[in-house]
Structure formats: structure tokens, C-alpha cells
């Protein structure tokens, strides 16, 4: 769509994915720090999106004054659209009776050309799936993805009609995804793939696009940044977002993670590869989920044969009556500081992982029932500070009867 901007100036161009702008003739009506939160961007909104369709009355007075209760909407409305055409001849456009109505509908005038975004987009899709050569339509496929740069008119989600389309355009987003990265396994077109992946995932986060990313890695011999991933994606989900990847994206991450391969090294190499970076770090090793997972999987195997005691101790941050705190900056704070405060409490063999926000998990090796009891007092003189009304609530169960 940039290309095309740069080549018609007459041609008023909109965009609606991630923020709000108008451009005409190299100058901006709104966006690009015009405040986008007006009557006059709410009516050019849905007149503009609704094309050649146009709006009913209520609708769009709806749209303009969000329930709210005025003596006479229809004269605000007519008083709105006057101002509107009023505004839009300061800039250079031609002069044209911009807004018409016909029995009750509103039009943008058919004499100004539009070029919409998401229009825009849902064109190019249209159009790449009717190509029939496949690098033809993967091509097609990038370029429409790449006007989906956002939430459709994301500043007015709360509005009826902008959330319908919004989620019929990350739908589409989506669906879009699936077809071109189809073709590009099909195609070995790994390069491809791990860009579309990148996009996808900044663009439309929490939706596993991390997942394509990972399968383009594995496949070009990046075996280093798929681990990276693998470990940065499942601590994000679960520590950032306080979620779970879906069961689709770590059956497919497990799987691929098992196709991770280095050049063949001498053992002392390899041993330099697996040393840790800080040695003469002291108290706990804190460290990311998978490998919490495979730490204490691998412990319980070790605890069937020699019966070490271990034992699994979830930390979580409360309220003086017991209750579970709610997302906020305060908690960020909170859950860092108890972490560094479980890390400094237990030994140099014991794992700590930060499971979730104000959550943390903790694999005591060689210790008892009665110890964990005292790793709990610990605990609680580093991380409460004078008379704070914040607790911690504490479980703890052996490994061997989880």
C-alpha cells in the first residue's frame, strides 16, 4: 500500500489497522499526531469502511454519540456532518459535496477515490486465492498480511460495530497465516516461513504463530535460535501473560525440540558448551520452565531408584486475607523481589522457576518435610519488609507423590 500512496496523490488513503489516519495529496486530515478520539474521525470511520454500502441513521448516529441522551440526535447528527464538511475543505481535496444522503443512508461521495487498509487487504486475499501458481500466491498472501498491522480502529473496540469487525479481520489475519505457511512448507520455503512467523507473532501475540517460527529454525539448522525460542515463548506465556501455550503449539514445540542437533564436538568441547556462565554464582539456580520440567523429570526418575527426597514447593504472593493479587505494577514488583529473596534462601542444588506473575515453583533436593518448613521462614524474613500486609502462601508435596 506505501507504493501505491507514493504514486496517487488524489486518491484519499485510510488507514484502520492499529491507528487511525487520512491522507490526501501528501497531507494528513487526521492521524500522525491529530488526536484520533473526535466526532469528526467517528462519522469518516464508518462512512468510509461502509463504502459504496453506506450507513443508516441510527446506526450511525449511534456511532457518533454512544447512547447518549440529547434532546435532538438528528440535529447533532446534521450538526456533526456540517463541521465534518466544513473541516475537509480546509485541506486539498476537491470541492465536492463530500457526504450525501439518500432516504435515510449516508455515503462518502463516489468522487473522492478511496484506498482503505482493510479493504485493501481483504482484496488481496481474495485475489491470491483464486492464483493458481503457488509462489505467485504466497507472494499475494505476504502482501496482504502485511497491511494487518494492528487491531482494526483498536482506540474504538468498545464500539459495537468496530468489535464485530475487528474480530472478523484477525479471523481473516489468521486464517491467511494458515494458507501461506501451508504452502511455504509445502514449497520448502523455510526463509519465508520464519519471517511470516516473526510478523505474525508481533502483530497478533498469543496466538502460537511462535510455533512457525520454531518449525522454520529446525529446518534451516538454526538450532541455537529455535532453542532460544523454545525457552523465551513458554517463560513468556506463562510469566508474561500468566497463561499456558495452547496443547497444538508445545506438541509441536516438544516435537521439534527432539530434532535439535549440534556439529559433531569433542567432549571437552561439549563440556564448555554445557557449563554454566556464572559458577560462582551462590544460592538457588533459577531458571526457565522447560528446563524446570526437565529438571524435575528427570529427578523423579532419580528418586524411583535411590529414594532422594525431594520435594516441589509452589510460593504464591497474597493479600492479608489470603487472596490472590490481581495484575498491576505493584505485583510485578512484589513477585521480583520474592523471587530474588526464594533464590537467596535455597542451596546452589535446589531449581527455582518463576511459574507465573506472584507465582514461583521451587524443587528442594535431599531435604525434609520439616526442612521445608524452615526454607519457609526463610523465605519470609528476606522477602517481608516491616509490617506489609502481603503474604505468602505456601504448598509443598514430594516429587515421588506428585
Given at each position: 500500500m506505501?507504493?501505491?500512496?507514493?504514486?496517487?496523490?488524489d486518491?484519499?488513503?485510510?488507514r484502520?489497522f492499529?491507528s487511525?489516519s487520512?491522507?490526501?495529496?501528501?497531507?494528513?486530515?487526521?492521524?500522525?499526531?491529530?488526536?484520533s478520539?473526535s466526532?469528526?474521525?467517528?462519522?469518516m470511520?464508518?462512512?468510509?469502511?461502509?463504502?459504496?454500502?453506506?450507513?443508516?441513521?441510527?446506526?450511525?448516529?449511534?456511532?457518533?454519540f454512544?447512547?447518549?441522551?440529547?434532546?435532538?440526535?438528528?440535529?447533532?447528527?446534521?450538526?456533526?456532518i456540517?463541521?465534518?464538511?466544513?473541516r475537509?475543505?480546509?485541506y486539498?481535496?476537491?470541492d465536492?459535496?463530500?457526504?450525501?444522503q439518500?432516504?435515510?443512508?449516508?455515503?462518502?461521495?463516489?468522487?473522492?477515490?478511496?484506498?482503505?487498509d482493510?479493504?485493501e487487504?481483504?482484496?488481496l486475499?481474495k485475489e491470491a486465492?483464486?492464483?493458481?501458481?503457488?509462489?505467485?500466491?504466497?507472494?499475494?498472501y505476504?502482501?496482504?498480511?502485511h497491511?494487518?498491522?494492528?487491531?482494526?480502529l483498536?482506540?474504538?473496540?468498545?464500539t459495537?460495530?468496530?468489535?464485530?469487525?475487528?474480530?472478523?479481520?484477525r479471523?481473516?489475519?489468521a486464517?491467511?497465516?494458515?494458507k501461506?505457511s501451508?504452502?511455504?512448507i509445502?514449497?520448502?520455503?523455510y526463509?519465508?516461513?520464519?519471517?511470516?512467523?516473526?510478523?505474525?507473532?508481533?502483530v497478533q501475540?498469543?496466538?502460537?504463530w511462535e510455533a512457525?517460527?520454531?518449525?522454520?529454525?529446525?529446518?534451516?539448522?538454526?538450532?541455537?535460535e529455535?532453542?532460544?525460542?523454545?525457552?523465551?515463548?513458554?517463560d513468556y506465556?506463562?510469566q508474561?501473560q500468566?497463561?499456558?501455550?495452547s496443547?497444538k503449539m508445545?506438541?509441536?514445540i516438544?516435537?521439534?525440540?527432539?530434532?535439535?542437533?549440534?556439529?559433531?564436538?569433542?567432549?571437552?568441547?561439549?563440556?564448555?558448551r554445557?557449563?554454566?556462565d556464572?559458577?560462582n554464582?551462590?544460592?538457588g539456580?533459577?531458571?526457565?520452565?522447560?528446563?524446570f520440567?526437565?529438571?524435575?523429570?528427570?529427578?523423579?526418575?532419580?528418586m524411583?531408584?535411590?529414594?532422594?527426597?525431594?520435594y516441589?514447593?509452589?510460593c504464591?504472593?497474597?493479600d492479608s486475607?489470603g487472596?490472590?493479587?490481581g495484575?498491576?505494577?505493584?505485583?510485578?514488583?512484589?513477585s521480583?523481589r520474592?523471587?530474588?529473596?526464594?533464590?537467596?534462601?535455597i542451596?546452589r542444588?535446589?531449581?527455582?522457576?518463576?511459574?507465573?506473575?506472584?507465582q514461583?515453583?521451587?524443587?528442594?533436593?535431599n531435604?525434609?518435610?520439616?526442612?521445608?518448613d524452615?526454607?519457609?521462614?526463610?523465605i519470609?524474613?528476606e522477602?517481608?519488609?516491616?509490617r506489609q500486609?502481603?503474604?505468602?502462601?505456601?504448598h509443598?508435596?514430594?516429587?515421588?507423590?506428585?
Open positions: 506505501d507504493d501505491y500512496e507514493e504514486k496517487r496523490d486518491i484519499l488513503h485510510v484502520t492499529g487511525f487520512m491522507r490526501y495529496n501528501g497531507q494528513y486530515i487526521t492521524g500522525k499526531n491529530k488526536t478520539e466526532q469528526f474521525n467517528y462519522l470511520q464508518i462512512l468510509i469502511h461502509a463504502g459504496e454500502k453506506g450507513v443508516n441513521r441510527d446506526i450511525l448516529e449511534q456511532a457518533l454512544k447512547n447518549k441522551e440529547l434532546d435532538n440526535i438528528h440535529h447533532a447528527a446534521q450538526s456533526v456540517y463541521n465534518a464538511k466544513k475537509l475543505r480546509e486539498d481535496l476537491p465536492v459535496n463530500f457526504i450525501k439518500k432516504n435515510g443512508v449516508y455515503y462518502w461521495t463516489e468522487e473522492i477515490p478511496v484506498v482503505e482493510a479493504r487487504f481483504e482484496r486475499i486465492d483464486e492464483i493458481k501458481d503457488e509462489k505467485d500466491r504466497i507472494i499475494k505476504i502482501n496482504a498480511l497491511l494487518y498491522t494492528g487491531e482494526f483498536e482506540s474504538q473496540l468498545s459495537t460495530w468496530v468489535a464485530k469487525e475487528n474480530w472478523r479481520y479471523k481473516l489475519f486464517e491467511t497465516v494458515s501461506a501451508e504452502l511455504m509445502k514449497r520448502d520455503e526463509e519465508l516461513l520464519e519471517s511470516l512467523g516473526k510478523y505474525a507473532s508481533n501475540p498469543l496466538s502460537d512457525l517460527t520454531m518449525e522454520a529454525y529446525v529446518a534451516l539448522g538454526k538450532y541455537e529455535a532453542r532460544d525460542l523454545y525457552e523465551e515463548t513458554i506465556y506463562l508474561e500468566g497463561i499456558r501455550p496443547q508445545t506438541d509441536l516438544n516435537r521439534l525440540g527432539t530434532q535439535l542437533e549440534f556439529p559433531h564436538q569433542m567432549l571437552g568441547e561439549i563440556k564448555d554445557l557449563a554454566e556464572d559458577v554464582h551462590s544460592g539456580y533459577m531458571c526457565s520452565y522447560p528446563v520440567l526437565g529438571i524435575y523429570h528427570t529427578l523423579a526418575r532419580i524411583e531408584r535411590s529414594g532422594q527426597s525431594v516441589l514447593m509452589l504464591t504472593i497474597v486475607k487472596n490472590v493479587l495484575p498491576s505494577s505493584k505485583l510485578d514488583e512484589l521480583d520474592l523471587g530474588e529473596a526464594i533464590r537467596k534462601t542451596r542444588s535446589d531449581v527455582v522457576n518463576k511459574y507465573s506473575k506472584g514461583y515453583l521451587v524443587l528442594l533436593t531435604t525434609t518435610l520439616e526442612n521445608c524452615i526454607i519457609e521462614r526463610r519470609n524474613k522477602f517481608i519488609i516491616n500486609r502481603i503474604h505468602v502462601k505456601y509443598v508435596s514430594s516429587v515421588f507423590d506428585v
